[in-house]
């Protein structure tokens, strides 16, 4: 017999969401209520009959609630092997009673530090009583029912009614699964903020993380492989597409959210001043541009390499429109994400019903703080986000002639956009929109052909009497080892380079830039992307 009648239950939540329903069901059923402080008085308040803890234990709660169920008489009630004869001749000698249900959740530790409180108010929302409440219950779950989650009293109460008040030996390891994930989680925030906040380690000794499960993808990168999404168990700080309204469309895939997560991370980086536009395939931008409306930013981007573009990702930093929607669904996209749209914008992607698009109430900034993990074969690499940005001070012109106002400009934004294109990068650009891009390739003079390839393409596809290289700031995401990448922009027509330097051969390259009367500029800083 696997099914364990609830006799006796203890409850201890900072959390009260949900509280009294529970403890009406268990009443209900005959259970005795056994709860601490505030618990108790929530219980009370909606008409329950409920025992103290310090009426179990014969041990008043004192120093501020810090010592309340660290007890004996509650230990001994939840760890009991009730079969053991041993055990049940100790409950028997010592009055401790068995404990059959537990309902903890903990002090909102997580929450206490997001509000920027203060390190003693910190230091007291860590919990002490309930995790081990939790794990002694867990441990046991042969016998003891333990239930972590608000989320689960709506289960338990189904148990208990399918059961006449009993749960199953199933149900208990479940619960009991979830509630072991609940202190590990709940460990691994405290241990990070006093590693991290508290002890200012940029790289812990111990690097500990918790994430929760969403949901699972009906595959990975590729058909035969699983996929799921998880967020920081403890809540996260930045929102990004899991926190995401989807308002239409088919579920999302692995490569959905990648891409996605590519294109939201690039359009961050424009900020809301002015509509941008990022088109992305494969996590490489094929498309940015900015300009004086949504529209405009759209055409002007899919217009760098609209055949890239098809069965795309498309993000904008401003709420979608009505004709931008319209525009946008002239082509097959996959994902659309945006921080808004209107009436019309809805209207015209509800005829593309396997569109997903994706509102975001917050955008993500393009500079925040966090660690990167790349899972190794035996190990994992970490290293911090690559915030580095651009300031005046930086740029060092190192050609005879001097770039124009515009050309400067120009290098700004495609320095911006070759941040998030995979190395090796080249990126062309010219008045604020992509004239091409090279992305990925194994040295980087061929990454300068291919956007000037794509560039070409584009002319004759909308009959320019010449490609927006022409003109042109060119960006290189790293130096380049040799001139011949720098011809192949100087042949594609850019009349200014911006590029880190730093190679033994920069006097050959600066060279090849005054020879063909560009102006180059070094940064000091490369933005490798792998």
């Known amino acids: 017999m696997t099914d364990v009648t609830i006799r006796r239950a203890l409850l201890s939540v900072s959390d009260k969401t949900g509280l009294a329903d529970l403890g009406r069901a268990l009443a209900a059923h005959g259970v005795e209520l056994v709860s601490t402080g505030g618990t108790a008085a929530a219980l009370r308040d909606a008409g329950l009959t409920v025992r103290d803890i310090s009426d179990l234990t014969g041990f008043p709660e004192m120093m501020d609630g810090r010592v309340k169920t660290l007890h004996p008489k509650v230990h001994g009630g939840l760890l009991a092997v009730r079969d053991d004869p041993a055990h049940a001749a100790s409950m028997a000698e010592h009055e401790i009673g068995a404990i059959d249900l537990v309902v903890v959740n903990l002090y909102p530790f997580a929450a206490t530090v997001a509000k920027g409180a203060g390190r003693e108010e910190v230091i ?22 333990i239930v972590t989650d608000p989320a689960d009293y709506g289960v338990l109460i189904e148990a208990l009614e399918a059961t006449g008040g009993a749960t199953s030996l199933d149900f208990r390891k479940a619960m009991a699964a979830k509630a072991f994930a609940a202190t590990a989680a709940y460990d691994a925030a405290i241990a990070q903020w ?31 492989q699983s996929a799921a999404l998880y967020v920081p168990a403890q809540g996260s700080a930045v929102k990004g597409l899991p926190q995401a309204r989807q308002l239409q469309g088919k579920e999302l895939s692995y490569n959905n959210y990648n891409d996605a997560n590519a294109a939201l991370e690039l359009i961050a980086e424009f900020g809301t001043d002015k509509p941008a536009v990022v088109i992305v395939k494969h996590a490489n931008p094929c498309g940015v541009a900015v300009a004086a409306t949504p529209l405009e930013a759209w055409k002007a981007a899919l217009a760098c390499d609209s055949v890239s573009a098809f069965g795309g990702i498309v993000a904008l930093n401003t709420p979608l429109d009505g004709p931008t929607a319209e525009a946008i669904c002239e082509i097959f996209t996959e994902v659309v994400v945006a921080p808004g749209a209107d009436d019309a914008a809805l209207t015209a992607f509800a005829r593309k019903k396997n569109l997903r ?13 966090g660690l990167i993990t790349v899972p190794i074969a035996g190990g994992v690499l970490v290293q911090d986000r690559d915030n580095g940005a651009l300031t005046d001070d930086m740029l060092q012109v190192v050609t005879k002639r001097q770039p124009t106002e515009q050309e400067l400009a120009d290098c700004r934004f495609a320095w911006t956009v070759a941040k998030h294109v995979k190395s090796n990068a080249i990126v062309y650009a010219r008045e604020g929109v992509t004239a091409g891009i090279g992305a990925g390739q ?9 956007a000037a390839v794509k560039a070409q393409e584009a002319a004759e596809t909308y009959g320019w009497s010449a490609p927006r290289t022409v003109g042109s700031a060119v960006a290189s995401d790293a130096f380049f080892p040799f001139a011949d990448g720098l011809l192949a922009a ?15 051969r920069d006097d050959e390259v600066i060279a090849a830039a005054d020879a063909a009367g560009l102006a180059m500029v070094f940064t000091g800083m490369r933005h490798f992307r792998h």
């Open 442 to 450: 194994m040295n980087r003079r061929d990454s300068a052909r291919i």
């Open 194 to 224: 006093f590693a991290v906040t508290d002890q200012q380690q940029h790289f812990p000794h111990t690097l500990l993380s918790a994430s929760k499960l969403v949901s699972t993808l009906r595959y990975g990168e590729n058909p035969h």
């Open 124 to 145: 007291e929302n860590i919990d002490i009583g309930g995790p081990s409440m939790v794990r002694s219950a867990a441990k046991n779950h042969h016998y003891v029912t």
């Open 357 to 369: 698009l994706l509102v975001l109430d917050e955008m993500p900034s393009a500079n925040r703080s």
């Open 490 to 504: 100087v042949e594609a027509g850019a009349t200014a380079v911006i590029q880190p330097g730093g190679s033994i």
